[in-house]
């Protein structure tokens, strides 16, 4: 059983900053690929940032030049340090981890609970 929790959410006023963990935990050999997704109210989910176990980013044109994605292998961890926050940024944000449980070739998908940012104007 694998579980990702998502911290540090929060309320912010516009131009305010913060910053989102996620820790994988459980039975893991490997985690590949991680992302960030969010899904503001009233909308369907989509992609903020990726990042590879290598450290390659990739980043929605949203949070291009305000959202700096990062992650820590040893820890399992990744971190989203979002600057220059807008209204818009206000959504549910969701961690995914493409994991791997044993060392058998197959790699599982992996969702966190959320964690709520909401941005005042």
């Known amino acids: 059983q694998v579980q990702l929790v998502e911290s540090g959410g929060g309320l912010v006023q516009a131009g305010g900053s913060l910053r989102l963990s996620c820790a994988a935990s459980?039975?893991?050999?490997?985690?590949?690929?991680m992302a960030w997704y969010r899904q503001p109210p009233g909308k369907q989910r989509e992609l903020v940032a990726t990042?590879?176990?290598?450290?390659?980013?990739n980043y929605a044109d949203s949070a291009k030049g305000r959202f700096t994605v990062s992650r820590d292998n040893a820890k399992n961890s990744m971190y989203l340090q979002m600057n220059s926050l807008k209204p818009e940024d206000t959504a549910a944000y969701y961690c995914?981890?493409?994991?791997?449980?044993?060392?058998?070739?197959?790699?599982?998908?992996?969702w966190g609970q959320g964690t709520q940012v909401t941005v005042s104007s």
């Open positions: 990042i590879t176990t290598g450290g390659e980013t």
């Open positions: 459980g039975t893991i050999f490997r985690v590949n690929t």
């Open positions: 995914h981890a493409v994991v791997a449980v044993v060392d058998d070739g197959r790699w599982y998908s992996y």
